[in-house]
């Protein structure tokens, strides 16, 4: 990674804009500089290092795009039919190599090459046939149509696709149709993730009066692996300043970043800020949304490392603990930064504009993210319909949802009928 640098960290920010937040984020980190290649079987999910450079034209010759008669434009009669002689047939593989001349046409198949002088294809299904004699009825095709052009797709030297981009299933067949067998690719971000609280049992353990179990570790580790990324379980830490700081340690030295639920994230006691300071910068925010209001973020160092410029500074994400706000909180902001440190291309979430079926209660002055269902209403548009309580622990309504329904800083109260933004989960996820 670069050097840590200037910090645009505030120690501590009381009631901060989402927006401001997120921008602080963005303006921290830089991308993993760590590089390897590997084959389109494996790339699926991963964020292309360098841009893919075309070495040919796609497609590589002039070509037919369907079934039918190639033929000369300058043979097309304007208010008479066309009559050709067909000549041979051409096969997507195997070139027609004789000639065709002035009145003759070539039967041609879809993605066979189309021989010189010949520049306009027919559809089979518009012409009829006799021994060899093909008519073209006047008006059933312009010059020049159902053709390919050599280069169309993808011209050499071209850039086929772009450094930070996420591979998806399309950009693999595309690489592939460049007879490119590999690709260098940034190696997978690596993600270490724990949960923290006295109270906390993993599933299959006996649980005492007063303990809960632990959900967020579970999803935290899930959102990781979604978005192509090595997880580290790192478990849970005791409210304990010992087993906090080994935790912490191990993080920072296997690690690119940690995203820790509860506790932490406020800086509850003097120990964690004290621990947190003597290893990084972290910043201690109290943001203005709903829900997850308490929220950190910043550098830390393996200790031995913190008077080092060029130590590898590992990125804290500390949540809150409630199951909901820890969620919410991660897909507003560690997402984002993550695919940034993953070196993937920034793009903005769609935000879409939908039809609220009811009226929502909001105050001016924070970012709420209320927990919807997209459905289609009588009249055929779409609208969004909040999926009953929307407490910070409540997450069986995170699985109810498909979108989360965002209401700006600046925003009031919502009337049933008008429009409010979503961010879809199939954009998230």
Same mark, same amino acid.
């Given at each position: 990674?670069?050097?840590?640098?200037?910090?645009?960290?505030?120690?501590h920010?009381?009631?901060?804009?989402v927006?401001?937040?997120?921008?602080?984020?963005?303006?921290?980190?830089?991308?993993?500089?760590?590089?390897?290649?590997?084959?389109?079987?494996?790339?699926?999910?991963?964020?292309?290092?360098?841009?893919?450079?075309?070495?040919?034209?796609?497609?590589?010759?002039?070509?037919?795009?369907?079934?039918?008669?190639?033929?000369?434009?300058?043979?097309?009669?304007?208010d008479?039919?066309? =009559?050709?002689?067909?000549?041979?047939?051409?096969?997507?593989?195997?070139?027609?190599n004789?000639?065709?001349?002035?009145?003759?046409?070539?039967?041609?198949?879809?993605?066979?090459?189309?021989?010189?002088g010949?520049?306009?294809?027919v559809?089979?299904?518009?012409?009829?046939?006799?021994?060899g004699?093909?008519?073209?009825?006047?008006?059933?095709?312009?010059?020049?149509?159902? !053709?390919?052009?050599?280069?169309?797709?993808?011209?050499?030297?071209?850039?086929?696709?772009?450094?930070?981009?996420?591979?998806?299933?399309?950009?693999?067949?595309?690489?592939?149709?460049?007879?490119?067998?590999?690709?260098?690719?940034?190696?997978?971000?690596?993600?270490?993730?724990?949960?923290?609280?006295?109270? =906390?049992r993993?599933?299959?353990?006996?649980?005492?009066?007063?303990?809960?179990?632990?959900?967020?570790?579970?999803t935290?580790?899930?959102?990781?692996?979604?978005?192509?990324?090595?997880?580290?379980?790192?478990?849970?830490?005791?409210?304990?300043?010992?087993? =906090?700081?080994?935790?912490?340690?191990?993080?920072?030295?296997?690690?690119?970043?940690?995203l820790?639920s509860?506790?932490?994230?406020?800086?509850d006691a003097?120990?964690?800020?004290?621990?947190?300071?003597?290893?990084?910068?972290?910043?201690?925010?109290?943001?203005?949304?709903?829900?997850?209001?308490?929220?950190?973020?910043?550098?830390?160092?393996?200790?031995?490392?913190? #008077?080092?410029? #060029?130590a590898?500074?590992?990125?804290?994400?500390?949540?809150?603990?409630?199951?909901?706000?820890?969620?919410?909180?991660?897909?507003?902001?560690?997402?984002? @930064?993550?695919?940034?440190l993953?070196?993937?291309?920034?793009?903005p979430?769609?935000?879409?504009?939908?039809?609220?079926?009811?009226?929502?209660?909001? !105050?001016?002055?924070?970012?709420?993210?209320? !927990?919807?269902?997209? !459905?289609?209403?009588?009249? @055929?548009?779409?609208?969004?319909?909040?999926?009953?309580?929307?407490?910070? @622990?409540?997450?069986?309504?995170?699985?109810?949802?498909?979108?989360?329904?965002?209401?700006?800083?600046?925003?009031g109260?919502?009337?049933?009928?008008?429009?409010?933004?979503?961010?879809?989960?199939?954009?998230?996820?």
């Open positions: 990674m670069s050097e840590l640098g200037p910090s645009p960290l505030t120690a920010e009381d009631n901060l804009a927006d401001a937040a997120r921008a602080a984020i963005a303006a921290a980190l830089q991308p993993i500089d760590a590089v390897e290649p590997v084959g389109l079987g494996e790339a699926l999910g991963r964020v292309l290092a360098e841009d893919v450079i075309s070495p040919i034209d796609v497609p590589a010759h002039d070509n037919s795009a369907m079934d039918g008669y190639a033929f000369a434009a300058a043979d097309l009669a304007v008479a039919p066309t =009559l050709l002689q067909t000549v041979g047939t051409a096969f997507a593989g195997t070139p027609w004789g000639p065709v001349g002035p009145g003759q046409c070539l039967r041609i198949m879809t993605g066979a090459v189309l021989p010189a010949l520049d306009t294809v559809p089979q299904e518009l012409v009829s046939v006799v021994d004699r093909v008519t073209i009825p006047p008006g059933v095709i312009r010059a020049f149509e159902n !053709r390919r052009l050599r280069g169309e797709d993808l011209a050499r030297g071209r850039p086929a696709l772009t450094a930070g981009r996420v591979l998806r299933p399309a950009d693999l067949g595309l690489i592939a149709s460049l007879g490119i067998p590999a690709v260098p690719v940034r190696r997978r971000l690596r993600v270490a993730v724990f949960s923290t609280g006295d109270e =906390l993993s599933a299959g353990e006996p649980l005492e009066p007063g303990c809960i179990y632990d959900s967020n570790r579970f935290l580790l899930a959102a990781v692996r979604r978005l192509g990324m090595e997880a580290i379980d790192l478990g849970l830490v005791r409210d304990d300043p010992a087993a =906090l700081e080994a935790t912490l340690e191990r993080a920072a030295r296997e690690a690119d970043a940690v820790t509860g506790g932490v994230s406020v800086g003097d120990h964690t800020r004290d621990l947190l300071a003597r290893m990084g910068e972290v910043a201690f925010w109290k943001v203005a949304m709903r829900p997850g209001r308490p929220f950190a973020f910043g550098p830390i160092r393996a200790s031995g490392a913190a #008077d080092r410029r #060029d590898r500074p590992v990125w804290l994400f500390a949540l809150p603990g409630n199951p909901v706000a820890s969620l919410v909180t991660f897909y507003v902001f560690a997402r984002e @930064g993550l695919l940034r993953a070196g993937a291309q920034a793009e979430l769609p935000a879409l504009p939908v039809r609220s079926a009811a009226a929502i209660r909001k !105050r001016p002055g924070r970012s709420e993210f209320q !927990r919807g269902r997209l !459905r289609r209403a009588a009249d @055929g548009a779409w609208e969004v319909a909040i999926t009953g309580a929307q407490g910070a @622990g409540i997450l069986r309504s995170m699985c109810e949802a498909d979108c989360l329904v965002l209401l700006r800083h600046d925003q109260s919502v009337a049933a009928g008008e429009p409010v933004e979503v961010w879809p989960f199939d954009a998230l996820v």
